[in-house]
Every structure is written in structure tokens, then in C-alpha cells.
């Protein structure tokens, strides 16, 4: 399963058709709270993590406990906001602009593992 955190409903509509598109389940996440919940279900395998939401900072920081569940976290954000990169990756996240992550998006969805 996908856990997406989005600002824009626009961003949040592109995910969920990407993710429609490669047959994976999605779910928008609001909090840590909401992505543990997930988590604790043992059925997210991938967090897409909008650095431009408020709960950004939240989730970001939990991409240890997100990858000990064997899932990974891409955080993806405005390609000027060098200090919210450098937060996300030094909590070991993956880091893409939004340009990126729009290229890569069916990449992405297509190489996650399991549902």
C-alpha cells in the first residue's frame, strides 16, 4: 500500500491515479498518527511525503520506523527548498523535486513491492 501526504489536492489526485494505474492501494495520510496506524497493519510498503504539508516535518522523521517495517519514504517538495531536502535526507528519506517525482511517478508505483 501507498501512504501519501499532500498539501494540494491536485498533487494528491495525481498520486491516486498513479497508484490506480499500477493496481496499487493508496491512502491519504493526514499525521504520523494516521501513516502508523498503516504501518501497525503491516500493508504500506511506500510513503510519499509532501514537504510543503505541516505534518511533513512528523512523518519525515519516522522514515527509520517506516523502513524497519520495509518500507521506504520519498519526500518530494519545490526544487528551491534546499533546507526541507537536507531535513528529509539526513532522516534518511528519499529526496525528489516535484518535477522528478511527476517524471518518475508509474516508475515509482511500478517497483514497490507487495500491495
Do not use: N
Amino acid at each position: 500500500m501507498l501512504a501519501y501526504l499532500v498539501a494540494d489536492l491536485m498533487w494528491g489526485s495525481k498520486i491516486a491515479s498513479a497508484a490506480q494505474a499500477a493496481g496499487r492501494p493508496a491512502r491519504r495520510v493526514r499525521s504520523w498518527d494516521d501513516t502508523r496506524s498503516l504501518l501497525e497493519q503491516g500493508t504500506v510498503r511506500l510513503v510519499l511525503v509532501d514537504l510543503t504539508d505541516p505534518a511533513a516535518g512528523e512523518i519525515v522523521a519516522q522514515t527509520p520506523v517506516v523502513a524497519g517495517s520495509g518500507g521506504r519514504v520519498i519526500a518530494f517538495g519545490p526544487h528551491v527548498d534546499t533546507e526541507a531536502f537536507e531535513r528529509a535526507r539526513a532522516c534518511g528519506a528519499e529526496v525528489l523535486p516535484r518535477g522528478a517525482l511527476i517524471r518518475r511517478l508509474d516508475e515509482i508505483m511500478g517497483t514497490q513491492p507487495g500491495g
